[in-house]
C-alpha cells in the first residue's frame, strides 16, 4: 500500500490571519480519521498570506474514504478556511507515493 500526500494551498485575504490560525488550531482538534497519519499546516516562505494544509493518509483507500468525513464542525470550519481565502487562489495537488 503506498501513501497519499494531499496538499491544499491558498493565499489568505489581507487582515484574516488572527482568525485563519483560530480555524486551523480548532480544525487540527477535530480531524481524526482512520488511516489519516498527518495534517499539517505550513506557512509559504516569502509569501506572508500564503499557507499550505498537508494531508497523509496511510494508503489510497484511507484517502477515498476521507470526503466520506460528516463532521458537521469539521464542514463548517473549511467552508470558514474558504471564506477566508482569496478567490480563485486555492490549489490541490494530490501525490502517490512510489514503492
Known sequence: MSKVVFTIQYEL???KKEEYL???NELKNL???DGLEDYSVFQIKGKPNN???QYTFSSEEAFE???DNNDE???ILINKLSDLTVDHSTKY???YQIT
Do not use: H, P, S, W
Open 31 to 33: 480531524l481524526k480519521a
Open 73 to 75: 464542525r469539521i464542514n
Open 13 to 15: 485575504q489581507e487582515g
Open 93 to 95: 495537488k494530490t501525490l
Open 22 to 24: 483560530n480555524v486551523i
Open 51 to 53: 499557507y499550505m494544509e
Open 65 to 67: 474514504n476521507f470526503d
